[in-house]
């Protein structure tokens, strides 16, 4: 006849104290704790099914109370009355929980960052998954990425536009389409359902266009270009930006006509620029090189940035913001036409270049002190090496210089 077993008691079970070996205290009809040598308290069910003898996990103490496992006991014995086996019926809930998991919003944003860090600047790529931990995963990350709606993302951004980041909501928004995307081409959604909230956020009222003025945050901007992993043409064009500082629809209309490496100049007619007066770019020996590097791949057209659907016409007026967007720069941190104001600042208020200097390669207004406008060569001489004091202390960012702040030495 089987030995009568004694119920345990919850005293027996908060008492029960770890030994050499596991050990395991009966509570009857199959249910027992597995006391583990580091002190672990282990629920198993003990069944018989078919003619094999099985154990089903149903938890660990304290989190799952005496009561609960006897409670899990009785489900377990449900099952088994109705032929079926509870822990084979565990293993498919547990695999079908990890699908759910893995295919969660959360996991997949992670899969999307890790993917595509490498081709971010690290700090950039830093901000991009503390936005997403902080604003994002708290709310939607857990949900099955194919079952989140338009509404629920909206509601996300909803809450930061509230907090008064709304510049924050809409780079959240652009990197939410991003990951959405991505779920697309690795067949975990359908659709993109950011793509319905275009118009949803007020736009981020910015009165000039973004820059960085700060030397510090210029040179990964810098770092990233010289690592640009896109198109030769776009990261040429990319790379001659700051160096020249010229208005974009100059810069991607340039024409090799206009263009006299020799005597390292840039001469761009009075048609296309915005005050219709001729101007002349003096061209550091840096851009010269990087002219020298694409005149073998565009020089036989007439473009020195030939759009690369049509070499009949020049480079669209997105591909150098896009590109830098695509190394993970937002609209808010910088545009093509910023790299302006970022030389305009630096020039003037770190290397101590005269301003008339600065505004004249700048193509702006000047007059001389007699009322009348500068001519394209005023100053020439001055403005050559202004071009090249530019370019090397650019150089001298990239390469780690230590950025001396002429307006903190001065205070």
Known sequence: MPKRITPLSDTQVRSAKPQVKEYKLMDGFGLFLLVTPTGGKLWRFDYRYGDKRKAVSLGAY????????????????????????????????????SEKDANSFEVIAREWHAKFAHT???SHAQHKLERLEKNVFPW?????IAEITAPEVLSVLRRMEA??????????RFECGAIFRYAIATGRVDRDPVADLKGALPPVKNGNYAAPTDPKDVAPILRAIDAF?????????????PLLFVRPGELRAAEWTEIDLESAEWNIPAGRMKKKIAHLVPLPHQAVEILKSLQPLTGHSRY?????????????????NAGLRRMGFEKSEITGHGFR???????????????????????????????????????????KKMMQLWADYLDGLKAGAKVIDIRREAA
Not at 64 to 84: C, F, M, P, W
Not at 356 to 361: A, G, R
């Open 341 to 383: 104001a970022m030389a305009r600042t630096i020039l003037d208020e770190v290397l101590q270049v005269r301003p008339d200097f600065i505004e004249h390669q700048l193509a702006h207004a000047v007059k001389d002190p007699n009322g009348r406008a500068y001519n394209r060569t005023a100053h020439l001489v001055e403005r």
């Open 140 to 144: 939607i990350g857990s949900r099955p």
């Open 62 to 97: 304290p989190a799952i109370t005496l009561a609960d496992a006897r409670q899990r006991r009785e489900e377990a014995k449900k099952l088994l009355a109705n032929g079926v086996d509870p822990g084979e019926t565990k293993k498919a809930q547990k695999a079908s929980q």
């Open 163 to 172: 907090r008064g980041i709304l510049d924050t909501a809409h780079r959240v």
């Open 304 to 320: 020195v940035f030939p759009c690369h659907r049509s070499p009949l016409r020049c480079m669209s007026e997105n591909a150098v």
């Open 229 to 241: 992993q896109g198109s030769f043409v776009v990261k040429c064009a990319l790379q001659l930006a």
């Open 120 to 122: 971010w600047v690290a």
